[in-house]
C-alpha cells in the first residue's frame, strides 16, 4: 500500500503566504515525478508544479515567480510554497507522485486534496 498525507492550506488573505506538504509513505522502491495540482469550483484540474528525483521543475505560468516547489528524496516529501496569493489561487490542491513499488508496479497516487482559500 502507498499513502500521500498532506498538510497545509487554509484560509489567507490576498498577498499572503501558506505552505503546502506532502508525504508519501509505504511500499515505495522509488518516486520520479512528485507534484501538485489543483481544481477550482467548476473548473478543471490543472497542474500547479511538478518537479522530478533530479530536482527539474515545472511550473503553472500564472503561478511562476509566486510558487517554489521542492522536494525531500530521502523523506518522500514534496512541498509547495506558496507566496503572494491571490483570490483565483482558491482551489481544493492535490498532492501527487509517480511511484515505482517494490514489486515494480508503477502508478500516480493522490493525496486526499486539502483546501486552499484567498480572500480578497
Known amino acids: 500500500q502507498v499513502q500521500l498525507v498532506e498538510s497545509g492550506g487554509g484560509l489567507v488573505q490576498a498577498g499572503g503566504s501558506l505552505r503546502l506538504s506532502c508525504t508519501a509513505s509505504?511500499?515505495?522502491?522509488?518516486?520520479?515525478?512528485m507534484g501538485w495540482y489543483r481544481r477550482a469550483p467548476g473548473e478543471q484540474r490543472e497542474l500547479v508544479a511538478d518537479?522530478?528525483?533530479?530536482?527539474?521543475?515545472n511550473y503553472l505560468d500564472n503561478v511562476k515567480g509566486r510558487f517554489t516547489i521542492s522536494r525531500d528524496n530521502a523523506k518522500n516529501t514534496v512541498s509547495l510554497q506558496m507566496n503572494s496569493l491571490k483570490p483565483e489561487d482558491t482551489a481544493v490542491y492535490y498532492c501527487?507522485?509517480?511511484?515505482?513499488?517494490?514489486?515494480?508496479?508503477?502508478?500516480?497516487?493522490w493525496g486526499q486534496g486539502t483546501q486552499v482559500t484567498i480572500s480578497s
Open positions: 518537479i522530478t528525483n533530479g530536482g527539474d521543475t
Open positions: 509505504g511500499n515505495i522502491l522509488r518516486i520520479a515525478t
Open positions: 501527487y507522485a509517480d511511484i515505482i513499488r517494490r514489486s515494480n508496479y508503477r502508478g500516480n497516487y
